[in-house]
């Protein structure tokens, strides 16, 4: 493969991404590379570089990019949107391509997990709960049963994890 072909895209993905609400802006990108320089993920992990990232989703890697636990591991900081010369709003891209992937069922598990919890318990470490209402509430006299209202957390279940 010729250098040249190398960066000729494999998908449509980028123009099916802009047609999105917050991927508008990803052709904007010139992969200057400020937005890893200035991202605290990527200074702790090697493996998220968010200008890579963006590279992936312009060569057309569609399946590979959404089926990735990398657009996840976004933090929303906005620091890369503050420094890029582009105007480019990466957390918005990211959040968009998490929005696609769990249409299409890709929840990394850590995810998928804590909703679960979430919707089950409504407490996301559920042991916690569990020991805290053994041992506490009922020494404080408290009702047991703390009447959390999971309603939120079952919609966004059934929506992104069941799929119905
Ligand atoms: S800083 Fe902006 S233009 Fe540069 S690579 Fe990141 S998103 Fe693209
Ligand atoms: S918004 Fe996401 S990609 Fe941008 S600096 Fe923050 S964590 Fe990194």
Not at 3 to 9: I, M, S
Not at 86 to 103: D, M, Q, T, Y
Not at 116 to 134: K, P, R, V
Request: aromatic fraction near 8%; include cysteine; proline fraction near 4%.
């Amino acid at each position: 493969m010729t250098d040249k072909e190398r960066f000729v895209p494999t998908s449509d993905f980028v123009e099916e991404l802009s047609k999105r609400p917050g991927g508008e802006g990803i052709s904007k990108c010139v992969q200057c590379g400020i937005c890893t320089a200035s991202c605290m993920v990527a200074n702790e992990t090697d493996k998220y570089r968010p200008r890579k990232l963006i590279q992936k989703i312009i060569l057309g890697k569609r399946e590979e990019v959404l089926s990735s636990e990398l657009p996840w591991l976004c933090m929303t900081c906005r620091m890369c949107e503050e420094r890029c010369q582009e105007g480019v709003s990466i957390a918005e891209i990211f959040r968009a391509v998490r929005e696609l992937a769990a249409e299409e069922g890709h929840i990394p598990d850590v995810f998928s997990d804590t909703v679960n919890l979430i919707a089950e318990d409504g407490w996301m470490l559920a042991d916690s709960y569990t020991d805290f209402q053994e041992d506490d509430r009922l020494d404080l006299e408290l009702d047991p049963n703390l009447g959390w209202n999971c309603e939120f957390s079952k919609k966004i279940k059934k929506r992104y994890i069941d799929g119905e």
